[in-house]
């Protein structure tokens, strides 16, 4: 247990979000966090819901002379992105995060850290819990699975829940305000692969990229991080081309919305060439190391020899799913016009793996411009028709559009200019909130979403900035104050 953590203030929040780190809780895998919170609501004696889907709904009646208030849905997802350092042994269904203070920052041991979105379910809980804050009728809703297809937010059913504002709580920049998001839209893809028995004369190695930093392919996309999967593509293209290289299995990637950190592949060579390919590898390292100086300082390309697999893909079948991964889209497509600073399109191609007669491929489009979304989608699927793969589409989700007359918002701006002597910026954000499909359900509801300021989401890097938490929290409290009447 780090004892530092619950020093922190407010410590009413970081208990709570303590004892988030110390149950697993990966998407999909969320029966344990969804029975703690339940526990929770119960031993405070709230009306406590668990939906058909798995999202729970905790109500908690207005403080006396509250109760003429509109009411609010704190909202909060229960899931986390499990990511690793390679070296790491963890097992996130099994093992609890290891949080520490790190300086100004909480962070975790070679893992992700869970803020995303624990923070906000944390502050949630404090508000239950709490017997000293002034707020009108509150229902907390927790979601399910928000990281790896929203289908809490999808399964949600009208006439569930009862207030009038939605207060998102999964945004990672303390003094801004979000009033909108892009989009989404998952990419799968399938290649046959036909099989040649791995010749003789041919040395066999293992290539590898790996010491990315990765990140949340919405909101990171626009720091140009490399991508893993790409780099590697990108030598295998020349390497087929320069040394008659043949792939025998090949594995990138780990999660739809996480920027490819790690991509392996275990290919053969000509022996008589073996020694010219090893020092092509060190050429393309440092390459990719000057490209990528600033946004990637511990980026490797590495190569080792590795004992001979049985089976390569034939030639035909390597040729069209290199030229195909290496020329699929990757990164920012579009900036937003509307919005200076946004993107508005962007795609991560965040998986490619093989496993028998087949390699697979998945990417996630996302745009606050719908057509621009499916002509996106449209140009993926094109490079991939071409190359004779099997390419579908699914988990699409709407953006949510920006409300310029929003009441929360303006209550929220003249709270935060009260406390802090500044307008919170107004943005949009380049990932897939909830609020999208939440906002369709209850299309009556009045959104906002903010948070603290996190850093690297969706990698082992993540980290949360201990004094936003006390801003993010202190501007919660004030706003549940202010909150108009109905």
């Known amino acids: 247990m780090n004892k530092e953590i619950f020093k922190l203030e407010p410590q009413a929040l970081w208990k709570h979000f303590y004892s988030l780190t110390q149950i697993p809780r990966p998407s999909k895998k969320e029966k344990a966090v969804i029975d703690f919170v339940v526990d929770f609501g119960k031993k405070l004696g709230l009306e406590t819901i668990v939906d058909e889907v798995g999202n729970v709904i905790i109500r908690k009646p207005a403080t006396p002379g509250m109760e003429n208030r509109k009411g609010v849905v704190l909202q909060g997802h229960l899931d986390m992105v499990p990511q690793k350092n390679s070296d790491k042994v ?3 269904e099994k093992d609890p995060i290891e949080a520490y203070v790190d300086g100004e920052w909480v962070t975790a041991n070679g893992t992700t850290l869970g803020a995303d979105n624990g923070i906000g379910v944390a502050a949630a809980m404090a508000v239950l819990e709490a017997t000293d804050l002034q707020h009108g009728p509150i229902e907390a809703l927790f979601t399910i699975d928000e990281e790896t297809g929203m289908t809490g937010a999808f399964g949600l059913k009208p006439g569930l829940l009862q207030g009038d504002i939605l207060i998102n709580m999964d945004s990672e920049d303390e003094g801004e305000l979000y009033v909108g998001c892009a989009g989404g839209l998952d990419a799968n893809i399938e290649f046959e692969v036909k099989h040649d028995k791995m010749p003789s004369g041919f040395t066999s190695y293992k290539l590898a990229v790996t010491g990315l930093k990765g990140g949340h392919s919405g909101m990171d996309i626009s720091l140009g991080r490399a991508n893993s999967i790409k780099l590697l593509f990108r030598f295998l293209y020349n390497a087929e081309k320069d040394f008659g290289v043949k792939v025998a299995s090949i594995d990138g990637g780990s999660l739809r919305n996480a920027i490819p950190r790690e991509a392996f592949a275990v290919v053969a060579v000509p022996s008589e060439k073996a020694a010219e390919f090893e020092k092509a590898v060190s050429e393309f390292e440092k390459i990719f190391k000057a490209e990528f100086a600033l946004t990637e300082p511990t980026l490797a390309f590495n190569v080792e020899k590795a004992d001979s697999p049985e089976m390569i893909f034939d030639s035909e079948s390597q040729s069209k799913l290199v030229r195909a991964f290496f020329g699929c889209p990757n990164g920012v497509v579009r900036m937003s016009d509307a919005m200076p600073g946004l993107v508005e399109t962007s795609t991560n191609l965040a998986r490619v793996y093989s496993e028998g007669d087949k390699v697979y491929g998945k990417c996630l489009l996302r745009s606050s411009v719908d057509s621009a979304k499916e002509a996106l989608a449209q140009k993926i699927a094109a490079i991939f028709e071409l190359a004779g793969a099997k390419i579908g589409f699914d988990g699409g989700y709407p953006g949510w559009k920006p409300n310029p007359d929003s009441a929360i918002l303006k209550v929220m701006q003249n709270v935060y200019n009260d406390m802090y002597g500044k307008i919170p910026e107004i943005k949009a954000i380049h990932a897939g909130l909830e609020c999208g499909l939440l906002g369709g359900v209850y299309p009556n509801w009045d959104m906002i979403s903010f948070g603290p ?29 202010n909150i108009p009447e109905k």
């Open 90 to 92: 963890h097992d996130f």
């Open 453 to 481: 300021t996190i850093r690297f989401p969706h990698s082992p890097d993540e980290k949360v900035h201990i004094e936003s938490v006390k801003k993010f929290w202190d501007f919660l409290v004030e706003t549940l104050k």
